[in-house]
């Protein structure tokens, strides 16, 4: 089921604005001010964002043999950094208008003629470095021996780890280890909403490939697999999937395909997916001195294998995921009059509630208590809500929160034990009984 694309396109503002007032996401510490390029996640979003991270772990964990699960610690050894190349490379060059005050990030910038804030020329200070790693302290002692990084990736993690999982597991290449968690960038210039943030999620997979010639097949296979996942969750036209050129390679990298989402100020990357050579498992080789190499006992040989790559951010995905179920609709309500709904057209696995059952009458207890005891058995096999009151105001919420099914309890349940099953999407009703509804509904959440 491929989400079609005459869809309405939301600013960012609309969406921000129901991200807000439904409870998706609020600005981090909003009480103070906020906090700078973070946010946290409401109820809802919470739920948006758990669904995201069960879907990819479904698709790269769950439905293979070959990749195995894996949850390193945010603080490494600061040594780490040094292997991987971000203490010395892992940084941006940032400008400031001399001006507005104003701070840019270079390569974000048309020109640097002019500032694109104030519109004074030639008023920016020289390009300077800045890493993106946050730095803390490991322990009593505030001092260069004790300090550390905040990841910046999830990736090191894993591939420090290489030899203990394989070991452990009994797993040899071709397998992959996968893990999602939690990463830090002092981004420069965050914005966008939750696009760049200081404080975000990846979804990263590391498959190591024997060096065998294979590589290029699984590099192209791992493209295929999240494309197939993009385009069941998203409207196909609004997700591209780019490869670079050679010359736009890193020197190690052999191939490299960025998936991208149109966000309404642009395509924007949601996740890499890279042929990385054996760059990576080498450079801890040569730092720590510790072998890594994978000796085959089948074929009595020893190798440092092929890194593929697939490396998404869950806030972004998550946040083209909301801007892409968002729609405007306009409608002939029940009284034939014209009205206008919001409804986020979400995937059913992706959407924070699956069923709302509603009483029809707040002040009827035996259709309260009933309703109750049918959203308690359906809250067994999924997320529910229990509501009650005006039914086209609580169509509406629901509409807005993207909840595929509502379930109205009324006077007929009472006398036949059935209820009316709205469909979100066509706004069809049908009635069901009340008995059948898990077995009816659970089918379709993974349709
Ligand atoms: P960008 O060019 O947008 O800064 P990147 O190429 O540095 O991103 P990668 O290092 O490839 O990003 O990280 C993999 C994924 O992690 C990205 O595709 C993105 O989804 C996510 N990600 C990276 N930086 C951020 C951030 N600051 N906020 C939210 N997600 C991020």
């Not at 001399?98 to 030639?122: N, T, Y």
């Not at 290489?162 to 981004?187: D, H, L, S, T, Y």
């Amino acid at each position: 089921m491929t989400p079609q694309v005459q869809r309405y396109r939301p600013t960012l503002d609309e969406v921000s604005a129901l991200a807000k007032r439904r409870g998706f996401v609020f600005q981090s510490s909003e009480i103070y001010g906020g906090a700078g390029g973070v946010w946290d996640y409401g109820p809802l979003g919470t739920e948006l964002k758990r669904n995201v991270k069960q879907a990819w772990w479904r698709e790269v964990v769950e439905l293979r043999d070959d990749v195995v699960p894996f949850d390193a610690a945010i603080l490494m050894h600061p040594q780490t950094w040094v292997a991987s190349g971000h203490a010395a490379t892992f940084h941006d060059k940032m400008v400031d208008c001399k001006v507005c005050k104003h701070r840019f990030r270079a390569d974000h910038l048309a020109s640097l003629e002019q500032c694109p804030d104030c519109g004074s020329k030639s008023s920016f200070t020289e390009p300077r470095n800045f890493n993106l790693m946050l730095k803390t302290f490991l322990g009593p002692a505030e001092d260069t021996a004790s300090q550390v990084w905040l990841r910046p990736e999830t990736a090191q993690g894993i591939f420090v780890n290489f030899k203990n999982v394989a070991q452990a597991a009994r797993r040899k290449p071709p397998f992959g280890i996968a893990q999602v968690g939690k990463a830090f960038r002092n981004e420069i210039t965050p914005g966008n909403f939750t696009f760049r943030t200081r404080e975000f999620e990846q979804a990263e997979l590391e498959f190591f490939v024997p060096p065998d010639g294979t590589d290029e097949q699984w590099y192209r296979a791992w493209v295929e697999t999240r494309m197939r996942w993009y385009r069941r969750y998203l409207v196909e036209e609004r997700v591209r999937f780019r490869e670079l050129a050679k010359e736009e390679l890193a020197h190690y990298a052999k191939s490299l395909t960025d998936v991208e989402y149109d966000f309404p100020w642009g395509w924007g990357e949601l996740e890499s997916i890279a042929n990385r050579g054996a760059y990576d498992l080498n450079a801890h080789i040569k730092e720590s001195k510790k072998d890594l190499a994978f000796f085959d006992e089948a074929n009595k040989a020893k190798y440092v294998p092929i890194v593929v790559e697939a490396s998404a951010g869950v806030d972004r995905t998550a946040l083209a995921l909301l801007i892409d179920a968002y729609d405007k609709q306009r409608y002939v309500d029940q009284n034939g009059k014209e009205a206008e709904r919001v409804v986020l057209r979400f995937h059913s696995e992706i959407a924070p509630v699956k069923a709302a059952v509603f009483a029809l009458a707040r002040n009827k207890p035996e259709l309260v208590e009933r309703a109750r005891t049918i959203e308690r058995a359906l809250r067994r096999v999924m997320r529910t809500q229990y509501d009650e009151g005006n039914i086209g105001q609580l169509y509406r919420r629901q509409d807005e929160i993207g909840t595929p099914w509502s379930v109205t309890v009324d006077y007929q349940t009472l006398e036949d034990g059935t209820v009316t099953l709205r469909d979100r999407d066509t706004m069809e009703q049908t009635r069901v009984s009340a008995d059948q509804l898990a077995a009816v509904l659970v089918p379709r959440l993974i349709a």
